[in-house]
């Protein structure tokens, strides 16, 4: 990671409220209210598979209807995809030194899978060491949508493609990027931890044995750093005015 990106990730923790990102995370039926239910289902059933070298077609389709593919027909991988995620039950201690490799290992693999439902996937395979990546998140944090960045950390770019925003597999700054998403995403969970900043996960996650009460992973962080980022695209951005009065008010005291 450059001197520049290292800036940008060190300002995240003191500018935005994690707990409350976390909190207000939405997509479809999963809500921190409801339990996330969707997402607990599949990182119980992709990390089971990711561990028993199992993990294949019927998984990639089950994160494709996730994520709302429409037309899921194109998609097409081996039934168990040549890829070791785990030693024992612990993640392979080379995916943190090497994601990108990783990443690109997986995407070769699969048919109709490009750079954003590739790290999905991967996602809920290893939430303790990947968050997904996609044009939400480049937007805010990548280049591509001035309009919306916030925080100029990834060389990563969205494009308008097709009546739609697009991360490119062919640009050169991926997956190198992807390494750097993954950094930023543990060194933020890092830093949350050692100040005692508790995740508010839902008891279902806990009980399943998918987190520690109350400590950060990648995928949690990147959940709360998507909720952000999709209030910013959304515009005009009041949540944002709003967190940054909170953030202020309890350093000030005001009430």
Not at 86 to 102: C, H, K, S
Request: a neutral charge; glycine letters at 8%.
């Amino acid at each position: 990671m450059e001197k520049h990106q290292r800036e940008q990730v060190d300002r995240l923790p003191g500018d935005l409220d994690f707990p409350a990102l976390y909190r207000g995370y939405a997509w479809k039926n999963d809500t921190w209210a409801k339990g996330f239910p969707d997402i607990l289902r599949l990182e119980q059933e992709v990390t089971a598979a990711a561990r028993g070298q199992v993990l294949g077609l019927d998984h990639v389709q089950k994160v494709a209807r996730w994520g709302g593919i429409p037309d899921r027909d194109r998609i097409h991988c081996a039934d168990r995809l040549s890829v070791t995620l785990y030693v024992g039950d612990a993640p392979a201690y080379w995916l943190v030194r090497e994601p990108e490799n990783t990443i690109r290992v997986v995407e070769r693999q699969i048919r109709g899978f490009g750079p954003t439902y590739t790290s999905k996937l991967l996602r809920f395979a290893v939430p303790q060491v990947f968050g997904a990546i996609d044009t939400r998140l480049v937007r805010v944090f990548g280049c591509g949508d001035p309009e919306k960045q916030r925080y100029p950390l990834l060389d990563l770019t969205a494009s308008p493609f097709g009546g739609r925003w697009a991360i490119l597999a062919a640009q050169p700054a991926w997956p190198g990027e992807y390494g750097t998403w993954t950094e930023t995403l543990q060194a933020i969970a890092c830093r949350l931890n050692r100040e005692e900043v508790c995740c508010p996960h839902p008891a279902g996650f806990v009980r399943a044995g998918l987190r520690s009460h109350g400590i950060w992973v990648a995928a949690d962080v990147e959940m709360a750093l998507f909720s952000y980022a999709s209030a910013v695209v959304r515009g005009p951005c009041k949540s944002e005015t709003r967190m940054r009065e909170q953030r202020e008010d309890s350093v000030t005291g005001v009430v």
